[in-house]
């Protein structure tokens, strides 16, 4: 059994790292003579909001999986992410983040050949399956919000790196609160 988890660490292990190595999954688009470009100016609009509030919603996320990766042919584009982030071991969105998560939706209404990747991340308390499994819960939460909202699921994908790649370094609660979030990027599909 021991050995089991060490062979399935590894080989996960592996596959966030060659995953960091592809361009592909980086967002990076080449041209010809090795000039990269992201093709689509809109933004996603930006807002504020923090996860202070205290009222949340729970949607519910299920016991569905998530895929090993973003789908191979889309084209993410990562310097217009947005982050949204979620109280201490909760997966429910709270309600100061409910118009950034609306602003995003019509965003993708408008724009039908965007889809979005979303990546689930936790702080760095708790075992690692048990981080998996939070941040897979936490990209499914806002999958479904914006599916409630009229997103088409087939234009969004989640996947959950628990805490493995920290948005702050620090064993503070300042760092632990940005850690824990989603982060929503944008694709070309």
Not at 2 to 7: A, G, M, N, P, S
Not at 76 to 86: A, G, L, Q, R, W
Not at 139 to 161: E, K, M, W
Request: charged share 20%; aromatic share 8%; net charge neutral.
């Amino acid at each position: 059994m021991r050995l089991t988890k060490f062979f399935l660490l590894a080989v996960i292990c592996f596959l966030v790292t060659a995953l960091a190595g592809c361009a592909w999954f980086r967002g990076e688009t080449v041209q010809p003579g090795g000039k990269q470009k992201n093709t689509v100016s809109d933004k996603i609009p930006q807002l504020g909001g923090d996860d202070s509030d205290g009222i949340v919603i729970d949607l519910g996320s299920g016991t569905e999986t998530l895929p090993s990766r973003p789908t191979k042919d889309w084209k993410p584009i990562k310097e217009n992410k947005v982050t949204i982030y979620f109280a201490f071991d909760q997966s429910s969105i709270g309600t100061a983040q409910i118009p950034q998560l609306e602003a995003v939706a019509e965003y993708l209404k408008k724009h039908q050949h965007m889809g979005l990747i979303i990546q689930g991340y936790c702080d760095e308390r708790g075992s690692h399956e048990y981080n998996i499994g939070l941040g897979e819960r936490r990209a499914l939460a806002v999958r479904d919000f914006l599916v409630s909202l009229g997103v088409p699921d087939n234009h969004l994908q989640t996947i959950s790196y628990g805490s493995e790649r920290p948005a702050v370094s620090g064993h503070t609660e300042f760092a632990y609160s940005k850690n824990r979030r989603a982060v929503l990027i944008p694709a070309e599909m």
